[in-house]
């Protein structure tokens, strides 16, 4: 676990701001990055740490925000498979399962 997400996430809370963290959770084929990585995502579309970057990344932020709204958690299936990668111009092509845990509000 990342301390810096969790410090920077218990400081939004404190303030009244609501977030979600983002987890990889698993990876199949090749992904930007391995499971266990995290991201904070604050309700403003603001992010701390990566898990991958580019659209892969744009994707799970964007339903990161969904998530808030709901304030349920849920886990992503993100496809990053070869003709998904490829249309974006990505040199990965697998697939990632990450949970979106909405914290505070």
């Given at each position: 676990m990342n301390s810096e997400l969790i410090e920077e996430a218990?400081?939004?809370m404190e303030r009244g701001e609501p977030c979600v963290l983002a987890t990889i959770i698993q990876v199949k084929g090749s992904a930007p990055r391995e499971a266990g990585t995290q991201?904070?995502?604050?309700a403003g579309g603001q992010t701390l740490g990566t898990i991958g970057g580019g659209c892969a990344e744009a994707s799970?932020?964007?339903r990161a925000l969904l998530v808030l709204e709901k304030g349920e958690p849920?886990?992503?299936?993100?496809?990053?498979t070869a003709d998904t990668a490829a249309d974006?111009?990505?040199v990965c092509?697998?697939?990632?399962?990450?949970?979106?845990e909405p914290l505070g509000g």
């Open positions: 218990v400081k939004l991201m904070l995502i604050t799970i932020r964007q849920e886990i992503y299936h993100l496809d990053l974006e111009g990505m092509g697998g697939i990632m399962e990450v949970f979106l």
